[in-house]
């Protein structure tokens, strides 16, 4: 598909905007990653985060889990990010929770720690249990963000009602157990839009690649807002996800063969504080590791080269994560 001059003149402006996205990129020596600040939260992360969702599978031990989270954060990764459906935690080795819980006891204070609440317990009572459990799981007092989890699955009028999901985590915040709230998902943009316009969002996940962004635009429907809102945005889904859907701790993920390219691309979205990747080896978190640390945006040959592909491959990707509108 040809670039028509619209597009040419859109995408030449976010280039130029993601070239100056590496002002607020710093970098504290040599080694270590280069940091962003989260929002209106205030707090500066790596610009690449550990997701966890390859680790719920029974293929890792805690053992291997343990030794994969702390080359995570030998390379200066800072946010880790898992959920309780990462894993079943009546299996073998437990979910991905459980299996942080030796790392965490070394280095819950030097991290950015978040985790989720799902739309099975939607309520407010509900929401707050799954907080109490999840750290319960983990063996820590508290978390620094839980998301709701992919909130498309979430009825919005009960969910921002006074004992719907907002008003658990709201509760969960007042006793002490998270200190921000977030939204994650990869469907329905506009639900996310209309969370963070009760102003009470303070970081929201969602799906920014270069093929995604053709049908579900989060980029155009959810960051402007997000953006008025001071509320922090993190990129997921940076390479596609995992082929079928397989988090079995070996898949690849579907946009391998543009790893770095993907990864540039996502970071260099206007208002991207950090790409949250999900690893199963050491070498995958070695390998995009030194993509982030020398980050520089997409010149805008690669940035129109990339774009291309990334239409050719959205085009087999119609409602891949479900929904885009209801």
Request: hydrophobic share 40%.
């Amino acid at each position: 598909m040809a670039l028509t001059r619209r597009d040419f003149i859109k995408d030449s402006a976010l280039a130029a905007s993601a070239a100056a996205l590496a002002a607020d990129t710093a970098q504290a020596e040599p080694a270590a990653l280069p940091r962003r600040t989260l929002g209106r939260i205030g707090r500066k992360e790596s610009i690449l985060g550990f997701g966890a969702a390859p680790m719920g599978s029974d293929n890792s031990t805690p053992e291997e889990c343990d030794r994969l989270l702390q080359t995570a954060f030998d390379l200066g990764i800072t946010y880790f990010d898992t959920a309780p459906v990462y894993g079943e935690p009546k299996s073998r080795f437990g979910n991905s929770e459980m299996k942080m819980r030796a790392f965490l006891q070394r280095h819950r204070n030097d991290i950015f720690l978040v985790t989720k609440a799902n739309a099975q317990r939607q309520d407010r009572d509900g929401m707050l249990r799954q907080v109490e459990e999840s750290l319960q799981r983990m063996g820590v007092d508290s978390v620094d963000l839980v998301h709701i989890h992919n909130l498309g699955d979430f009825d919005m009028d009960r969910l921002l009602g006074p004992q719907g999901a907002l008003a658990g985590l709201r509760e969960a915040k007042r006793r002490g157990l998270t200190r921000w709230i977030g939204t994650s998902g990869h469907m329905r943009p506009v639900r996310f839009a209309k969370a963070i316009e009760t102003g009470e969002i303070d970081l929201t996940m969602n799906t920014l690649n270069f093929a995604d962004r053709v049908n579900y635009d989060f980029e155009g429907l959810v960051l402007p807002v997000a953006r008025r809102h001071g509320t922090a945005v993190v990129a997921m889904k940076v390479l596609g996800g995992a082929v079928q859907w397989r988090y079995d701790g070996k898949t690849r993920g579907v946009f391998a063969e543009h790893h770095a390219q993907a990864i540039r691309y996502a970071l260099g979205i206007p208002g991207v504080c950090c790409a949250v990747i999900g690893f199963s080896t050491p070498e995958e978190v070695r390998q995009a590791a030194a993509v982030a640390r020398s980050f520089r945006p997409l010149s805008r040959e690669e940035h129109t080269a990339l774009l291309e592909a990334g239409r050719r491959l959205a085009a087999g990707r119609v409602d891949y994560y479900g929904p885009v509108t209801g």
